[in-house]
């Protein structure tokens, strides 16, 4: 148990302190801390995490002497509060009075909405602020806590993103090579998304990842997810990017033709963005489309270190489900290999399951060779007509040609995804 019911104690003397955790609304919950000096601003966060689990509370508020809140939202401000605090319990003490809890006011952001999949709001034009860098949506209410996208790249280009700077919280999901948490970077005041993973390797090799995820700083499209740092705490990678709100698009299941065809296009254009900078992505699928509340699609987890894809390779052992079938023969991998996993990711999404049946996907993409035989040896499937419009399924099956060289190259997929902008575009004004 994390809390224990309130009764009178010394807190000087044992350290003990009782932190009362006032809920909006409703009544509050006390958290008996025994050590109370040594507490740190991110213990405060993680308990009333599982106090409001609905909230994503990035900052809390106490009352001074005169009844004005005040914002704790560091060590410092903690040591702040504390101090306080014990101050007034030394008058209490020295007037015989009973010790009152320290009462706090979890401030939370927006809690995050239910997941819709029919309400997932889309947006594939990119506007000219999406151009301005790097966009976390969740920041927070206060403005003073409120850092321009200009700010947080000038500390990020400073090298200053490092372990003690960021306060880990809820875990957005494992994947075959790490675990990602939405994290609390604590002088942006920014929530990120850091992915960690285990690697044991050299210190050569982590400096060598290092330098090659370099590249990721110079990548700036609205359809890419915005890199903010990496750094190596002993065995293990962290790597910090923007947070997206509306998680991974495998947990969306059966996405409607629509709103796919608007997913596709800022799919493609993120694609075509990384290939010109001779970038293949390696590892396009569901889970790796991340989408916000803002409408926005990114890509995510694209193979711009070569060093790290191969430890990750030979820690986590497996074939990917989605790769093309050239890639599972062996052979030669190009950007033809990326355009078949866009098809038959976009083809799981449309039909809602794996479009091989014979392929059972329980946990992760990483499958035994064996069982994805099939991709190679038999022909693609291809989405029922009748169930989706002419052009879908076209795109899909131009996708999963068996060939890679029949597959659509770049230009004709930036037609093809330009072509469903001006759809759009036409779509909108007529209903305008
Ligand atoms: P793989 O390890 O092969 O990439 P994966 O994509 O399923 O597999 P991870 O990349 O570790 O696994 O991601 C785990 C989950 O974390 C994703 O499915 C996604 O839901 C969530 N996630 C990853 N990055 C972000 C992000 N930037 N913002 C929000 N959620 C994220
Ligand atoms: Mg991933």
């Known amino acids: ?39 740190l601003f991110r213990d405060v966060l993680d308990v009333i995490g599982q106090v409001l689990p609905e909230a994503t509370t990035t900052a809390f508020e106490y009352e001074d002497e005169d009844g004005d809140r005040i914002t704790v939202r560091s060590d410092e401000e903690m040591k702040a509060m504390l101090s306080y605090y014990y101050s007034t319990v030394m008058e209490q003490q020295v007037n015989g009075q009973l010790i009152e809890p320290l009462l706090i006011f979890p401030r939370a952001c927006k809690p995050p909405g239910e997941r819709n999949i029919h309400g997932l709001k889309v947006n594939t034009r990119a506007g000219p602020s999406q151009h301005s860098g790097p966009a976390v949506s969740d920041s927070l209410p206060s403005n003073s806590l409120k850092k321009s996208s200009a700010e947080l790249k000038k500390i990020l280009a400073n090298g200053q993103m490092n372990e003690q700077d960021i306060r880990y919280r809820d875990t957005l999901g494992h994947g075959n090579g790490g675990t990602v948490y939405k994290a609390y970077h604590v002088p942006s005041g920014k929530i990120l998304a850091v992915k960690v993973i285990l690697l044991d390797i050299t210190l050569e090799l ?18 890419i997810i915005g890199f903010y740092g990496a750094f190596f705490v002993e065995n293990r990678i962290s790597i910090c990017t923007e947070f997206m709100d509306g998680g991974s698009l495998d947990v969306y299941r059966k996405i409607p033709e629509h709103v796919l065809g608007r997913i596709a296009v800022a799919v493609v254009k993120g694609l075509t963005y990384l290939w010109s900078l001779k970038i293949l992505h390696r590892d396009v699928k569901p889970s790796n489309m991340l989408v916000n509340t803002r409408g926005q699609v990114k890509l995510c987890d694209f193979g711009v270190s070569t060093q790290l894809v191969n430890s990750i390779a030979k ?118």
């Open 1 to 39: 148990m994390l809390w224990l019911p309130l009764g009178p104690f010394h807190a000087m003397e044992n350290q003990m302190l009782v932190i009362r955790i006032k809920i909006p609304n409703s009544g509050a919950v006390d958290w008996t801390v025994h050590s109370g000096p040594q507490l």
């Open 206 to 223: 982590q400096k060598q990842i290092m330098s090659e995820l370099e590249i990721l700083y110079k990548c700036d499209s609205s359809y």
């Open 315 to 432: 820690t986590y052992v497996g074939t990917n489900a989605y790769m093309a079938p050239e890639r599972i023969s062996g052979e030669q991998y190009g950007i033809h290999s990326d355009v078949w996993s866009l098809g038959i990711s976009f083809m799981e999404l449309a039909l809602g399951r794996f479009p091989y049946p014979q392929i059972q996907k329980n946990q992760g993409s990483l499958m035994p060779l064996q069982l994805l035989q099939c991709i190679v040896d038999e022909d693609s499937p291809v989405l029922p007509v009748g169930e989706f419009s002419e052009p879908f399924v076209h795109f899909i099956t131009q996708c999963m040609r068996k060939q890679p060289k029949e597959r659509p190259a770049p230009e004709e997929l930036m037609a093809w995804a330009s072509q469903g902008s001006a759809a759009e575009a036409a779509g909108l004004r007529a209903s305008r």
